[in-house]
């Protein structure tokens, strides 16, 4: 029989914690009075569709070590690295759509009159709902994901979401659309919910990690770091602190410690800094790098909740090497980004054709390095051979631009100071671009009546 509409749970104090922080009313900023084609209504689900999923959390199906709940302190920036920290929190990518939502609550322009919103927000928590799918005992219905919330869509005020048949709604899933792109038809169900496939929900603007290249209503917005400023000075004190540090390696890799034997980007990469190390240990180095190549072990997700553990080392590279691995992304990306440590990619998936609300896609030469993984795996082409090559004229105008980008990739911290949020961060852009799609769509779909 398929799985029950999730139902509430037992009193916990996580649902306490939780129903506190959506029933305080969030004093809304005056930073910009002019809401012209910036209202957005959060329509209000039932909490079976956010809060109640969070007192699941320590749950042992669930891939995080053992459980999430440490995580979810802090409305999902989780805890912080130690206890004069006021920027630095163990922060899990998993739990984008806690702290989204709490950053929503925030926005200068909502409105309780769906009628006269731009756009409807819906809070639901959609990649920690797709766990029970994914790894729980509802394994057999995972093409079932997501319709109970569209269920509710249609018979709770159906006129909400049939002014536009859901064309001017938006959610956020945190993790990559190939988790969620099952076809429905799948018998017996390979890996991940059909949720991105569902014919209901092909109007609704969908903000992921990772994008595919062809669905219009997926966008990609930059994953989490640890990073998460509270005020200006704060975040000031840290672009100085990244300005000023002493770039002595010239490349570095984190990644898992295993390396394949068939050929591919990663092991290729290993392969060169192993034996660079080798080299180094026995010879003059007259580079202007004390070290040539790093290499981070960050297996069983050990660097996942650890900022120090790769923040450090990135601050001292001048190139940060991104590999697609499983998929084309990495949240590395952004921590090298955060660390002003210029990326190097070997697709262009990996965040050319990802990231194009935060990172124009024109812009790629002037902060980065893009070297073919073919060129690398099949001829031969040496990755710090290539580096090498780039004039330091150069390698300071692209560090100066990777700098220059960080508070667009950031997500500040909630209730943070009004001279910081002068600064557009990753969900300030984000609204700004699905507000920017969702009218050109209504446009286009009025156009087509």
């Not at 029950?4 to 129903?19: A, C, E, G, I, Q």
């Not at 709604?169 to 569902?198: M, R």
């Not at 940060?320 to 952004?334: D, M, N």
């Amino acid at each position: 029989m398929p799985p029950p509409t999730p139902s509430l749970p037992p009193h916990t104090t996580v649902f306490l914690l939780f129903f506190l922080f959506l029933t305080t009313t969030i004093q809304q900023s005056d930073l910009d009075s002019d809401c012209t084609n910036r209202w957005i209504h959060i329509r209000q689900l039932p909490s079976l569709f956010n809060l109640d999923i969070l007192t699941n959390c320590s749950e042992t199906h669930h891939p995080f070590a053992t459980n999430f709940c440490p995580f979810l302190t802090n409305h999902g920036l989780g805890p912080k690295t130690h206890n004069q920290s006021h920027s630095w929190f163990r922060t899990d990518t998993n739990l984008l759509e806690l702290f989204f939502h709490r950053r929503m609550l925030e926005y200068p322009c909502l409105t309780s009159d769906p009628n006269a919103a731009d756009a409807i927000y819906l809070p639901y928590y959609a990649s920690l709902d797709s766990l029970r799918y994914l790894y729980g005992p509802y394994y057999n219905y995972s093409s079932q994901h997501g319709l109970h919330l569209y269920n509710f869509l249609k018979e709770e005020s159906p006129e909400i979401w049939g002014r536009r048949q859901g064309h001017d709604h938006f959610l956020v899933i945190a993790g990559t659309a190939w988790d969620f792109n099952q076809p429905l038809g799948n018998d017996p169900p390979l890996w991940g919910s059909s949720f991105l496939e569902l014919p209901e929900f092909y109007n609704v603007t969908t903000l992921t990690l990772e994008s595919r290249a062809y669905p219009w209503q997926e966008q990609s917005i930059p994953y989490v770091t640890s990073f998460h400023p509270p005020n200006l000075a704060l975040f000031n004190s840290w672009i100085k602190r990244v300005t000023r540090s002493k770039r002595i390696t010239l490349m570095l890799f984190s990644g898992g410690s295993a390396i394949s034997s068939t050929p591919n980007i990663r092991r290729s990469i290993r392969l060169e800094c192993d034996n660079i190390s080798k080299t180094e240990n026995t010879t003059q180095n007259s580079n202007p790098y004390s070290k040539q190549c790093e290499f981070i072990d960050c297996s069983n997700g050990i660097c996942e909740h650890d900022p120090i553990k790769i923040m450090k080392p990135m601050l001292h590279s001048s190139f940060c090497l991104q590999p697609p691995g499983e998929t084309p992304t990495r949240r590395s990306t952004f921590d090298s980004i955060l660390a002003g440590c210029i990326p190097v990619f070997f697709e262009e998936l990996s965040a050319k054709r990802q990231y194009g609300w935060h990172l124009a896609e024109d812009e790629y030469d002037e902060f980065s390095v893009m070297i073919p993984k073919e060129d690398v795996v099949f001829k031969g082409v040496s990755v710090m051979e290539v580096l090498n090559g780039i004039p330091m004229s150069e390698v300071r105008r692209k560090r100066d631009k990777v700098i220059e980008m960080i508070s667009r990739i950031i997500y500040r911290k909630h209730g943070s100071s009004l001279g910081l949020r002068t600064k557009k961060d990753a969900i300030d852009i984000a609204i700004e671009g699905t507000l920017q799609r969702i009218k050109a769509r209504l446009e286009g779909s009025l156009n087509d009546q």
